[in-house]
């Protein structure tokens, strides 16, 4: 049962993934670009590499010679995942999972094309003039996002020709490893956005977990709720695509599926094959299992019977405001704790910058979630970054 697993990307997603591996007896082996990362604070042992560097991901893949090689983040050379399937490595969801989802051109094409689930008008970039003709076939309002980021970097919305050159140079600075490319998305007027997390089993049924709704500034989150209440038609729509689009995918853990939820259904957005940010509002107790829970059983093949639905939750995130290479002190921890019915989730990342994410405030109860999410927000505005 004991497992050797490399953790590709070791930030706060990563460290809440390895506690919930450990606590099933796994061994862990965290992976970053930089020393002292959050995950690599609580794994068995830790490497620095640049995970671009397909050669440095091969010597680190035979010095330690995993069972299962799990990405937390997007900038890998996955297509080298290929071959350490080959090799019998259990990649996680699957080769052709990762490989896809690290580029959200791939995923979309498999979803609007192969799958056929409803998307947004899109088109893609490689140059500033292609930019400038994809908008004309997208019309304006539209989105533009780097083909490959995380946390919302690099999105931005154009609303007149004004738009245009900002757009593209942010989508740039955004873009992660060396796909300079982007994708330009015709507007949906949407009522709100959810994330669906999907459970994928290897000897079991597809299952969901609640929806969870989220608001988001710079592309990045800022709280979220679970269970957002939606039309119960919109959500089964949004389950069956799921689905489809994971069962095209292949491979067991969990999928962060997003949608935009319109007054005549749900629209796919996108799909990331791991824990997913908003998810963090599961480590309130929402569920009988949080979504690190749930990835790290689906992945050793750990039967999972049901998602049990236990209580109502939000999460709100705490920020940094400055740049610094110091190691952070957190101030009003004490005041936010004495909020009743909370938790607070610290990441211990090592330096910040101006809107890292450093932290998370938890809240939950029978309350409605608006009324979470307030108690979330005002928790997070007690601590402060220094």
Same mark, same amino acid.
């Given at each position: 049962?004991?497992?050797?697993?490399?953790?590709?990307?070791?930030?706060?997603?990563?460290?809440?993934?390895?506690?919930?591996?450990?606590?099933?007896?796994?061994? =862990? =082996?965290?992976?970053?670009?930089?020393?002292?990362?959050?995950?690599?604070?609580?794994?068995?042992?830790?490497?620095?590499?640049?995970?671009?560097?397909?050669?440095?991901?091969?010597?680190?893949?035979?010095?330690?010679? #995993?069972?299962?090689?799990? #990405?937390?983040?997007?900038? =890998?050379?996955?297509?080298?995942?290929? /071959?350490?399937?080959?090799?019998?490595?259990?990649?996680?969801?699957?080769?052709?999972?990762?490989?896809?989802?690290?580029?959200?051109?791939?995923?979309? /094409?498999? !979803?609007?094309?192969?799958?056929?689930? &409803?998307?947004?008008?899109?088109?893609?970039?490689?140059?500033?003039?292609?930019?400038?003709?994809?908008?004309?076939?997208?019309?304006?309002?539209?989105?533009?996002?780097?083909?490959?980021?995380?946390?919302?970097?690099?999105?931005?919305?154009? &609303?007149?020709?004004? /738009?245009?050159?900002?757009?593209?140079?942010?989508?740039?600075?955004?873009?992660?490893? /060396?796909?300079?490319?982007?994708?330009?998305?015709?507007?949906?007027?949407?009522?709100?956005?959810?994330?669906?997390?999907?459970?994928?089993?290897?000897?079991?049924?597809?299952?969901?977990? !609640?929806?969870?709704?989220?608001?988001?500034?710079?592309?990045?989150?800022?709280?979220?709720?679970?269970?957002?209440?939606?039309?119960?038609?919109?959500?089964?729509?949004?389950?069956?695509?799921?689905?489809?689009?994971?069962?095209?995918?292949?491979?067991?853990?969990?999928?962060?599926?997003?949608?935009?939820?319109?007054?005549?259904? !749900?629209?796919?957005?996108?799909?990331?094959?791991?824990?997913?940010?908003?998810?963090?509002?599961?480590?309130?107790?929402?569920?009988?299992?949080?979504?690190?829970?749930?990835?790290?059983?689906?992945?050793?093949?750990?039967?999972?019977?049901?998602?049990?639905?236990?209580?109502?939750?939000?999460? !709100?995130?705490?920020?940094?405001?400055?740049?610094?290479?110091?190691?952070?002190?957190?101030?009003?921890?004490?005041?936010?704790?004495?909020?009743?019915?909370?938790? =607070?989730?610290?990441?211990? &990342? #090592?330096?910040?910058?101006?809107?890292?994410?450093?932290?998370?405030?938890?809240?939950?109860?029978?309350?409605?979630?608006?009324?979470?999410?307030?108690?979330?927000?005002?928790?997070?505005?007690?601590?402060?970054?220094?």
């Amino acid at each position: 049962m004991r497992k050797k697993i490399l953790l590709l990307g070791s930030g706060e997603l990563g460290r809440e993934f390895v506690i919930a591996a450990q606590r099933l007896g796994q061994y =862990i =082996i965290a992976v970053d670009s930089y020393e002292n990362a959050p995950a690599m604070q609580v794994a068995n042992a830790w490497e620095v590499i640049d995970m671009l560097d397909g050669e440095a991901l091969d010597r680190i893949v035979a010095k330690h010679q #995993p069972d299962l090689i799990v #990405p937390e983040i997007e900038a =890998i050379r996955t297509e080298r995942f290929y /071959d350490y399937e080959n090799q019998g490595i259990q990649v996680v969801p699957s080769a052709k999972a990762a490989n896809f989802t690290m580029n959200r051109k791939a995923i979309r /094409d498999l !979803a609007a094309i192969e799958v056929g689930v &409803k998307t947004a008008k899109y088109k893609y970039a490689t140059s500033y003039q292609e930019l400038v003709n994809a908008v004309a076939y997208t019309g304006m309002p539209c989105v533009v996002k780097p083909l490959m980021s995380s946390s919302g970097k690099g999105q931005s919305v154009i &609303k007149s020709e004004a /738009d245009f050159e900002h757009a593209w140079n942010y989508a740039m600075e955004g873009s992660r490893g /060396d796909l300079k490319e982007v994708i330009v998305e015709g507007f949906i007027d949407f009522e709100y956005e959810i994330t669906l997390l999907t459970v994928t089993q290897q000897n079991g049924p597809t299952l969901f977990c !609640a929806p969870i709704g989220h608001r988001q500034e710079r592309g990045d989150y800022q709280e979220s709720w679970q269970p957002m209440p939606m039309n119960p038609k919109h959500l089964q729509e949004a389950e069956a695509m799921a689905a489809a689009v994971t069962k095209a995918l292949g491979g067991a853990g969990i999928w962060g599926v997003e949608f935009f939820i319109t007054s005549e259904g !749900a629209v796919f957005s996108e799909l990331s094959p791991r824990p997913h940010d908003t998810g963090m509002v599961t480590l309130a107790g929402t569920q009988s299992f949080n979504e690190f829970e749930l990835h790290a059983r689906a992945i050793l093949g750990i039967p999972i019977p049901q998602i049990e639905t236990l209580r109502n939750g939000a999460s !709100a995130v705490v920020l940094a405001t400055h740049e610094s290479l110091e190691t952070p002190v957190f101030s009003g921890v004490e005041t936010a704790a004495s909020y009743p019915n909370s938790d =607070i989730r610290i990441f211990g &990342k #090592p330096t910040t910058r101006p809107y890292r994410r450093m932290a998370v405030t938890l809240t939950y109860g029978t309350e409605e979630v608006h009324e979470l999410v307030a108690k979330a927000q005002q928790m997070a505005r007690e601590i402060s970054v220094q």
